[in-house]
């Protein structure tokens, strides 16, 4: 058996230390290769050795909890530990990374030399060697997580049970995911930047599934902020419970959904995820650097109505989309996408940056240590615009209203997009009536930004969970917005 | 320490991935791992935790972890770790000649199946090509006296190409996945099947919203077979969330549907010896033209149910619980050609491409984003995109009336082309 080449081969990774203080680790060995400048500068150097413009090492360590209540008992308690660090080296548009899980100087050095592959018979540049950075914080924390006892995780899942059970005896089922978990960084390169942070992040979701007999319906309510527990005073378990509970029974009078081009009217909040995926994936710059996404060479054009202003900010205090910097060091920022209908920017990582010749974003992010970085969305929404949501749906004959989405996905090469509804109700007159069972929503980036005629002054936001090829935390946001013709899938015709 | 049982579950691997584009190494990304699952039962309440440090204080800590977390959590009778049964080994799991390959070989491959797919004219860009490569090694044991290993290796190629014409962009994608080398399909074949799915949707012309035949191609089974298997999921049926929940034995669908889950395929790619927590896996048969007969355990929702585990514990990795899944799954072949079920169609649609989430296991709703051909009189008339198809799940599996021969065996979860007879489609 192969663990790893052996079992205990080093000492409990100093990374964690200090992260893990509270936990039974004890005092540790001696200075942690994270704040070993010397020996990172080292690594650096190996890794620009055969060549290379670029070199960056990333040192990670994670500690997470998940809880899960099913059917009012709880079903499993998670604690979770990871560590591992990464050597990255880009040479013109070729990047090579190798990782380790064990952070010793030895195995950096052999990840860098892996790394340097690519780098071969490349020009080389000198290192520079690393100084403590600054960065802003955009996150405060009041009630830590790691002084909070499991017994108040599992009271405030308690909480949230019983009030969904107590909403409506129809609701037959809630589903209680508690996830906590608190990431550290260390990020250290050749252009001399050496940063160091930890994040927490809290992440709570309430499913409730009710049943009548004849029609049944699961409902998803999600809270997630970088923050301590000071959260659920912020947003009480009871309220994320009954929210969810409302939509499983409103539901529960669903009708077949219509089929074919129609009006929609979104309501504010999650239905953000409309932009992230439509406009947002498309304009993360790497799919732009290749030439091949949909916005590629629409720098400065008119891509959209003039309602439509978007905007990346991954500076929003506490939100879930929030970095204070990126997984490359990059200070976070807000970044203004499309003005009145103007494309204006693209969002970075250092790579695609650098092949576009734009400046760095603060978009380079990592789901860990296990991946390299890629340009990645944060905190992303519309700016709201001068209409109530009640003067949108008046104004608007027929057509769907869109409450919650279930998700979405985007080709970010063609811009073809889908979402499926979750919470839905057809618009008959001006005014929301019955509800609708859950439809795809289909259509394309181009299409739906050009087809945005109304945006409401109720800017909201709703955490998300981001894939491509890697998992990333981010927000949608956006205020009511009305879209004039989007396919519906629905089964009647 | 308290806890009357104890799983422990490790896992190693390695994996290499090379990424070209436009002729040159794009990411090179190499990565050995592993780390251990604490799986604790104390007096029935259920506790896990997991490490990536093999550590000594780390492996105590974390384990500790999981007995604190057993103590907080609910008792539940039907929380038991699976007893050390025997199981059949799987013929061609690991293949040692991966690791071998030299680098240059990998890469040199990567950039011939990229130079394949970009060969046709009408393909104008590349998104890259990649081949890569994965050996684990999975040991579970538990204080039920199993002790259980085995390895496994995989290897893979994919390409991903673009065909432009003045604003239109469509993309064509094709990969191969094998336990064994040598059974890799040639790469100019899986360079021109990814050139041809993007430059076949070129012109591509809307058609009205309508109801139609639609015939599902290979690629695009997991939609409707995916609701299937999520709502026979043992689990979710015992929780009442399952459309299929109140179907055992009954007639829920066409007599041609027939599906066969199978852990101990031959270089299968979803083949194991046992499954995510040392029960055996085997061969089953999940419904038996149109009639439910199995639902999907594992050891705690099999004890809930009172029934025996299905071999059928889902593992994500070492940091993950077990959950419900499928090894090789496949549905099993008919009487037709694809051309000939082409020919019996009068109007329809070709289904190549779908997004979305599927049937939905909870209630059987279907509604997702569809892509393909047009048929008219037999015969493809015209790429479409931007359509969507819906049904419910009943309508859709009782209205499953031919079913084709062309099953590749070689996927971990497939079907032959297969047609329903009328389903509701979105467009102008």
Redesign the interface.
Known sequence: MGLKGGIAIVAAPPLLSHMVSCSGFTANVGPGLETDKAALDRVIAKALKQGGDFADVYLEGRILRQIIMEESRFRSGLYGVSQGAGVRVISGDKTGYAYTEEITEENLMRAAEVASYVARNGKSITPVNIAEGKRESFVTVHKPLEDIADSRRIEIMERANQAALDYDPRIRMALIDYNDQVRSRVIANSEGLYLRDELPLLFFIVQTMSDDGTNRHMSRERISEHSGFELFEKDTPESVAERAARESIAMLDAEDAPAGTMDVVMENGFGGVLIHEAVGHPLEADNIAKGIGAFTGKMGQKVATEVFTMVDDGTLPNFRGTINFDDEGTQAQRNLLIDKGVLKGYMTDILSAKQLDLHRTGNGRRESFRHIPIPRMTNTFIEPGENTPEEILADTRSGIYVQSLSGGSVNPVTGIFNFTCREAYMIENGRKTYPIRGATLIGSCMGVISSIDAVGNDLAFGPGICGKGQMAEVTAGQPTVRIRGINVGGSRG | MGAREVEVY?Q?SRNLTVRV?NE????????????VGFRVLVDG??????????????LN??L???I???R???P?EHNRLPDDMPHQEVEGLYDPEIARLP?EKKIGMALELEAYAMKDERIT?S??ASFGEGES?I?IANSNGMLK?YRSSSCYVGVSV?AEKGDQ???GWESCSRRFFEDMEPLEKIGAAAAKKAYEMVDPRMVS???AAVIFDPAVARSIVGGIIAAINGERVL???S?LKDAMDEVFASGLLTIVDDGLRRRGMGSKPFDGEGVPAGTRTLVEEGVLRSFLYNTHAALRAGVESTGNASRGGF?S?PGIGTHNLYLKAGPHTPEEILANTQRGLLLKGV???GI?P??G?????A?GFWIENGQISHPV????????ADDILRNIDMMADDLDMARSFTAPTFRVSEM?????
Not at chain 2, 28 to 35: L, T
Not at chain 2, 365 to 369: F, K, R, V, W
Not at chain 2, 424 to 428: E, L
């Open positions: 490790i190693n584009r040159d190494i794009e990411t090179i990304q190499e990565a050995a791992a592993g780390g309440g259920m506790g896990f935790s997991h490490c990536n440090d093999f550590n000594d204080r780390s800590d974390t500790e972890r999981a604190a977390f057993a907080l959590t609910t539940d680098m860009h998104s890259g090694e040991i290993t673009v962009r469509h993309t919203t309508q109801r929780q009442g969330a459309f940091t619980l997004t979305g989430y939905n909870v209630n709703n279907y509604s997702g984003g892509s995109q931007g359509l969507t198809i819906a049904g419910s509701q489609i979105g467009g102008a």
